[in-house]
């Protein structure tokens, strides 16, 4: 009965696939390309034809039917990326972006695998596919390569069915910086390597199904066919849990090789003798420690689990370009900055990131700016490069971000002269070297009340690690401060605890015992805390003077008086004139 079954669908097939010949004016008997399915079409979807990759007459049927009630959506089947994309090339061109593609539908025939009859009754979804061209430049072969990425969309999954669980760590710009300062002063080699396809290497927990592309064959002439639903068994990139399912691999792999996790970032692994330190940012690895034979040892191994590709001394890493002048690393941003739409027509050549007197201006009076998608946009990329590599843009950002809401055309101007002094000064950046002994600075200070629209104020801090900045903010605070010392001791608290947390990462680095110090220039605030007095004015906010006053005790930390000439976080508070500000950014060790 069965067979009979099966060779009627066959029968009617083959007359529904004549028939539509016949209306395309195409002739019947017309070869079909040598390891290419012949096609044909049932309920309106195009389906390989017989022998390619279904067994008998029979699973041929049964297939063809489940395909049909799986999938949703029509795959436009004739069309080909070298037609849609690559057709204008040139031919050393086309050859390059084919190598690029085939190269990575090849890593990706790896990572799935065919289904049985049963998997695909069971599918209840397809997730979407997508490939993905990018030039992606190696600074230290000074070449541009074409890079293909096949990724899934992770926007079609259901929760529950495809995915569960997707949070992964990722590790803190401020624990890399505090990685690269402790190697500085301590001349330890640094060693930077890339695991290609990582996520690829993971095995996947989840049922998740895809439906392989339209141009898949004209690039993998292979196993699998255009229009077949297979299994993916590996974390294809796309996936909301890949990134999860990567760093459990990871992690797994670093403690068997004897490395431990660091209590202060998860993304930071020690090894069980505290030579040797390896810090994760998904698929790139950097490598140091004072025992250069332990650092190679540990590459060797990485190269030998996962092909990691050996880098070298870090060039550019986690969107910053690196550059050394010694034993010096400055972090810059060029190619991000360059990347910034520059409006030649305004603030050409400006001086300082923001007008000094902005702040102060009257909003009531402004003009409404229409395209608010453009000044969000402007305003995301100024933050990536504001608490990354540029504490001297921090305060304009901050507050500039305040209105994207409903931005004014004089924000869109503000945020342009931002953009025109970073064309202007595109080359400065962090510079992390350890010029003093390697003990710890904390700056903190407030602008009470400042904001016209809520009276709240502004506080900001920065940490040096022996005279290099590795971390800073400038934020407005959460609720209105009824008083200067208020205001100065939220940003103190702030400033401590984030001082805290870099205390911890450099004893993990350096396993010593580094000294702390905190300034701040309000003298009443020092006093009181230093000398214990519970005033009137305290009462309020006292939770948060008893926890300032019980950290510095416990961890022994100094609290001094500064004058503001000389407090650093003074320009992450308010703008500053352009003397002011020069004298700022330099002891910020921006250069």
Request: hydrophobic share 35%; net charge positive; glycine share 6%.
């Amino acid at each position: 009965i069965h067979e009979r079954e099966a060779s009627e669908t066959e029968a009617r097939m083959k007359d529904m696939h004549r028939s539509e010949t016949r209306e395309n004016g195409e002739s019947e008997g017309k070869d079909q390309p040598e390891g290419r399915p012949g096609m044909i079409t049932r309920s309106g979807r195009q389906l390989p034809a017989r022998g390619y990759y279904a067994t008998t007459p029979f699973e041929e049927a049964l297939q063809a039917r489940d395909d049909a009630e799986l999938l949703q959506e029509e795959i436009p089947m004739n069309e080909t990326l070298s037609e849609a994309f690559i057709k204008n090339m040139s031919k050393s061109q086309k050859e390059k972006w084919a190598s690029a593609i085939t190269k990575e539908l090849n890593a990706i025939s790896k990572s799935i695998r065919k289904t049985t009859r049963e998997e695909r009754r069971q599918a209840s979804s397809l997730v979407k596919t997508k490939l993905l061209l990018s030039m992606k430049y190696y600074p230290e072969k000074n070449e541009v390569i074409e890079k293909a990425r096949f990724v899934l969309a992770g926007c079609s999954q259901t929760l529950g069915e495809d995915y569960g669980y997707t949070y992964s760590p990722v590790v803190r710009f401020t624990t890399w910086r505090c990685l690269m300062v402790t190697a500085a002063r301590n001349r330890w080699m640094v060693e930077q390597m890339d695991v290609p396809t990582a996520y690829l290497k993971a095995e996947l927990s989840d049922d998740v199904y895809i439906r392989i592309p339209a141009y898949w064959n004209d690039y993998m002439p292979s196993y699998y066919c255009s229009g077949e639903i297979v299994k993916v068994v590996n974390a294809i990139y796309g996936l909301k849990q890949s990134g999860r399912e990567w760093n459990h691999l990871l992690d797994k792999d670093l403690r068997r090789m004897g490395f431990q996790v660091c209590v202060m970032d998860a993304c930071l692994y020690q090894a069980e003798d505290g030579n040797t330190f390896i810090m994760v940012y998904v698929d790139d690895l950097f490598i140091t420690g004072p025992d250069r034979g332990k650092v190679m040892q540990a590459k060797d191994k990485l190269k030998e689990l996962y092909q990691a590709k050996d880098i070298g001394k870090p060039r550019q890493a986690l969107g910053m370009q690196v550059r050394y002048e010694g034993d010096v690393a400055i972090l810059s941003q060029e190619k991000a900055i360059e990347k910034l739409d520059r409006d030649a027509m305004s603030n050409k050549g400006a001086r300082t990131p923001m007008d000094s007197g902005y702040v102060n201006a009257d909003r009531g009076k402004m003009t409404k700016f229409e395209n608010v998608t453009t000044y969000r946009s402007k305003i995301g990329s100024l933050m990536f490069i504001a608490c990354n590599t540029r504490p001297d843009i921090a305060q304009a950002v901050c507050y500039l971000s305040r209105f994207n809401h409903q931005p004014t055309t004089a924000d869109h101007r503000a945020v342009n002269r931002v953009i025109n002094y970073l064309w202007e000064t595109k080359t400065k950046g962090i510079r992390l070297e350890c010029d003093r002994e390697q003990c710890i600075e904390i700056y903190c200070d407030s602008s009470y009340g400042d904001c016209r629209e809520s009276g709240k104020s502004t506080y900001g801090y920065i940490i040096f690690v022996g005279g290099a900045a590795v971390s800073w903010t400038s934020k407005r605070t959460k609720m209105v401060c009824t008083s200067t010392l208020e205001a100065e001791l939220e940003a103190t608290v702030q400033g401590l605890k984030e001082g805290l947390y870099v205390w911890g990462v450099i004893g993990v680095l350096t396993g010593a015992r580094v000294s702390v110090t905190l300034y701040n220039d309000n003298l009443g605030l020092v006093k009181a805390v230093n000398e214990g007095k519970v005033i009137e004015r305290t009462r309020p906010f006292r939770v948060k003077y008893y926890y300032l006053r019980e950290e510095l005790i416990k961890h022994g930390i100094k609290f001094e008086h500064v004058s503001s000439e000389d407090n650093i976080a003074d320009g992450l508070t308010k703008p500053l004139g352009p003397t002011l500000f020069m004298r700022n950014r330099e002891m910020m060790k921006v250069g």
